[in-house]
């Protein structure tokens, strides 16, 4: 019996030292700050909201409106991962203070962060909540279908809608056509983060994409989008793909 204990017991160590180190920033010492930046583009150029485009199709539209959640942040040194608790986050073009976010860290060395595009399956179903997830800011459907990951809202001359508009909103937490997507980005090199430093980590997000990112989505084809399933999961591949990262320095 010991001759086959031991070997399974020296399997289940060694299989445990592979798996990946997980700290929780929250018991760690926050000396330092990650500050997230976002900026939005379109084709390169600053977005201006109510501002006439045109997409690649050629297709004339405006944006009116341009929000989304960000939340579940992880830093990595390597395979270790230091989860930032509680992240949940708004982003809203119109609001230019919500497009930059301060987060204590501890200080160390990262590499890569990662981050949601959307609010988590959990969060979508723990009922009334407050702050980001306040349901008075518009951006949850119901109790029962949960929050809106991105919306953009505006006007297009193909829209038959009342004053031409065009509505995506985009959500759905499980399932096949779930419209949380992961968004992983490597640092262009590691950053040392000393005790009272900023790691600021800039992102473009470039509003083109929404239309071409991944999959053709043509407004002509589409002027509303607002329930889950195959459509709302290729917007959701389209938005994540307007995200690169700009810049990670330490300050």
Known sequence: MKSFLLPLLFFILLLSGCSKEV???GSMAPTATLKIKFEHQFKGQPLELNTNYQNDFGEAFSIGRFKYYISNIVLYRGS???VLPETYFLIDE???ASKTLRIPIAAGNYDQMHLLLGVDSARNVSGAQTGALDPLNDMFWTWNTGYIMVKLEGSSPLSTQPNNRIQYHIGGFSGAYSALRQMETGFPSSVEVKSGQTLTVTFNADLQRWFNGVHDLPIAGQTVAMTPGPLSARYA????????VKDARVQ
């Open 237 to 244: 591949d389209n938005a994540v793909s307007m995200f690169s």
């Open 94 to 96: 119109n609001d230019t």
């Open 23 to 25: 700290s929780q920033q």
């Open 80 to 82: 270790n991962a230091s």
